[in-house]
């Protein structure tokens, strides 16, 4: 019976190990995610020499404020996502995907902000 609990304990944290490297691409990553308490700041260059600064601010804010090459501002909260992270206007107005080092933002009122990658 006891050894039954030990079999089991073992193959549980080897399937909680596996997912985790599955869902992560180096280990920095996750180690940033988890300890991702204070809001993070990134840069990004996009097509047409544009720049695109992001702040992403953990929960509870869960959203991300945007300035834009123009001076403008955006603040968005997260949307649901498959994949990266989505950021959008409740009313459809702008959307923020980020992905790793990738980015595009998207709008209505703006012409989009295509292929930005983080500065180092």
Do not use: Q
Not at 8 to 21: E, K, P, S, V
Not at 45 to 67: E, I
């Amino acid at each position: 019976m006891r050894r039954n609990f030990y079999v089991m304990t073992a193959l549980l944290l080897l399937a909680a190990l596996l997912a985790l490297t599955h869902f992560m691409r180096n280990g920095r990553a996750v180690v940033a995610l988890l300890a991702a308490k204070k809001p993070i700041h990134a840069v990004f260059s996009c097509d047409g020499g544009r720049t695109l600064d992001a702040v992403f601010r953990p929960a509870p804010a869960d959203s991300v404020d945007l300035r834009l090459g123009d001076g403008r501002t955006l603040s968005l909260p997260r949307a649901l996502s498959a994949d990266g992270a989505r950021y959008a206007a409740p009313d459809g107005s702008a959307v923020f995907w980020n992905k790793g080092r990738s980015a595009l933002l998207t709008g209505k009122v703006f012409s989009s902000y295509i292929n930005c990658s983080a500065s180092e």
